[in-house]
Each structure stands twice: as structure tokens, then as C-alpha cells.
């Protein structure tokens, strides 16, 4: 059985996007990216909303040819990977290995996982919200950027319980932390 994962960049107050919805701060380097990619190297399937998929789709054209190899790595562990992206709004989706579900059907994710042999990533805060609240999600990943944003989208939903154990930290050369945490039941 594979596991949920909710993993996310945020700042140091908890925020994925700032008040003007921008996340320029949360760039990885080099380190960081080489990180990122190691963790997405055991998941199957993605999970997205609609606007995390717009932000992430770029992935699916991008010419990478001459970027960083951290970069060409991460394209093409994005474009291997299915994606289930959950939308009333989006018309259709552009991108491989992507079907458009227009409910997020809790008892088809638990079968989704139940069925699995790779782990799934719920990307988004907005989809991540309904999946910690529904107790689907089983581990939640986060990479603290030494920045406080003061406002903006938060990483985790207003008023959460949740008993969390620590499974793994590190610390990178530039500030950043990640953390990772099971699930372990609510509040």
C-alpha cells in the first residue's frame, strides 16, 4: 500500500505564496532542487488542484537542454510520474500521463493507495486541505525557507489537529530546513 504525502516550500511563518500570491523566495538551489528531486524519485502519482498544475504543467514543455542538471532531472521526474488533477473550472488538461477528475472522491484515493506500489504527492495547499481533513495523507514533508513573508496562502489549513511524529530533518547550506513528519492520528 502506498502512502500520501503532502509535501510543500514554504516560508518560516507557514506560508507557500506570499499576500501577493508570489513565491519567488521559495527557489531552490542547487542543494535544495538535488534534494527535492530525491524525494519525488519514490512517487507514482501526483495529486494537483488547479493552480498548482497550471504552475507546474510548464514542466511537461520546458527546454531544460541547457539548464542545471538538477532541473533536467526534476523535468523528467515530473513528466514520468501520472497526475490526477482535481478541477470544476479547467476545460481539459494539456499535459502526459494527466487525467482530469472534476470531484476529489475520497474513497477512489484511498483505492488509489490501497492499489499502489509507488507513493502519491498531493501538491497545493487547496487539495491538500480536504486530504489531511479526510485523514488520507500519511506523511507531510516541508522545506522551511529562512524567510518571513508575513501573509499569503498558508501550507497547512486554519484550525488542524493533527499528532505528527518526526521522521527525517535536514539542514541545507543556505538556511533552508526540511522536515518530515507521519501522520500519526488527529489532534
Do not use: C
Request: aromatic share 8%; no cysteine.
Amino acid at each position: 500500500m502506498a502512502r500520501l504525502i503532502y509535501a510543500g516550500i514554504t516560508s518560516l511563518d507557514g506560508y507557500v505564496a506570499d499576500a501577493d500570491g508570489s513565491f519567488a523566495w521559495a527557489m531552490p538551489d542547487a542543494e535544495v532542487h538535488a534534494f527535492v528531486n530525491d524525494t519525488q524519485r519514490g512517487i507514482g502519482t501526483h495529486l494537483y488542484g488547479r493552480r498548482m498544475y497550471e504552475v507546474l504543467s510548464a514542466w511537461e514543455t520546458m527546454d531544460v537542454v541547457d539548464e542545471p542538471a538538477v532541473m533536467q532531472d526534476y523535468a523528467q521526474l515530473w513528466r514520468a510520474a501520472d497526475k490526477i488533477v482535481y478541477s470544476t473550472t479547467l476545460p481539459d488538461v494539456t499535459t502526459s500521463r494527466t487525467s482530469l477528475m472534476r470531484v476529489f472522491d475520497v474513497d477512489a484515493v484511498r483505492k488509489l493507495k490501497q492499489d499502489s506500489d509507488l507513493d502519491l504527492l498531493v501538491g497545493g495547499p487547496g487539495l491538500a486541505a480536504t486530504a489531511v481533513r479526510e485523514g488520507l495523507v500519511d506523511e507531510i514533508r516541508q522545506l522551511l525557507v529562512p524567510v518571513i513573508v508575513g501573509g499569503g496562502t498558508p501550507f497547512l489549513p486554519a484550525a488542524l489537529k493533527l499528532t505528527l511524529e518526526l521522521v527525517d530533518e535536514r539542514r541545507f547550506a543556505h538556511g533552508t530546513v526540511a522536515l518530515a513528519y507521519a501522520v500519526r492520528g488527529d489532534g
